[in-house]
């Protein structure tokens, strides 16, 4: 297994083009979370889902943006008529939850930096 | 309010020495979990060490330990002997209440460079 993997690693698009990245988690993991991370900032949570079900979306998340994990495995997350406030870098996290139990760490993809010019 | 404070920007450190990364944090929640990441140049993060709000000890992995102050509601990285590949952005971050359904909250990091 070679951990979290995301794709592309860069994006450049023009203002008002659509863009899609992709996340493939760590085999097995249940969890799988988007975050992004603008420069000089933390990570900032944006969606979340178990297996195939989307539990959880920030206020970050306007309706330009949508993710899907269709089958439970890989997920896409799709930012529609992108603004340059779009730019940043879009952290995909994979963690395994047995069910009704704890889970301690995320293990993050290298990211994509997408750049909206 | 910020739920994670970092207060140092960016830190400066000899090569073999140990140095400490500050962390406060802000939480009502009795349950909560503590976490320290280190983001290289390269984007990726990478899981340092974690602490339950419950646990008794602190948490330490290899040369990295975690400076738990519940009544100050501080969780410090301490890493001893730094090597030149330390040098990276380092973040701390908690999750509550801590369960696995609760996505983590980040500060904004300290960046530290290491000096051969």
């Known amino acids: 297994d070679t951990g979290v993997s995301q794709d592309p690693r860069h994006k450049i698009t023009k203002r008002g083009q659509n863009v899609t990245f992709r996340c493939d988690p760590i085999s097995e993991h249940n969890r799988l979370y988007w975050y992004r991370q603008t420069l000089g900032q933390g990570p900032e949570f944006l969606t979340y889902?178990?297996?195939?079900?989307?539990?959880?979306k920030s206020r970050l998340l306007s309706d330009r943006f949508s993710a899907e994990r269709p089958k439970g495995s890989f997920s896409t997350l799709e930012i529609q008529r992108t603004e340059q406030g779009d730019s940043a870098m879009y952290l995909c996290?994979?963690?395994?939850?047995?069910?009704?139990?704890?889970?301690?760490?995320?293990?993050f993809g290298p990211g994509t930096r997408l750049t909206v010019t | 309010a910020q739920k994670i404070t970092q207060t140092q920007p960016g830190m400066f450190v000899q090569e073999k020495e140990a140095v400490t990364l500050d962390c406060t944090y802000d939480t009502s929640d009795p349950s909560y979990g503590l976490f320290w990441y280190k983001q290289p140049s390269s984007g990726e993060m990478i899981f340092l060490i974690y602490q339950g709000s419950y646990d008794q000890q602190n948490a330490t992995e290899g040369r990295y330990s975690l400076n738990f102050q519940k009544a100050r509601k501080s969780a410090n990285l301490v890493i001893s002997a730094s090597q030149l590949g330390d040098s990276a952005m380092y973040f701390c971050a908690m999750r509550e209440p801590n369960s696995g359904n609760t996505p983590l909250v980040f500060g904004k990091g300290t960046r530290l460079s290491v000096i051969a």
């Open positions: 996290a994979s963690s395994l939850t047995p069910d009704g139990g704890p889970t301690y760490e995320q293990y």
């Open positions: 889902f178990q297996n195939e079900a989307q539990l959880e």
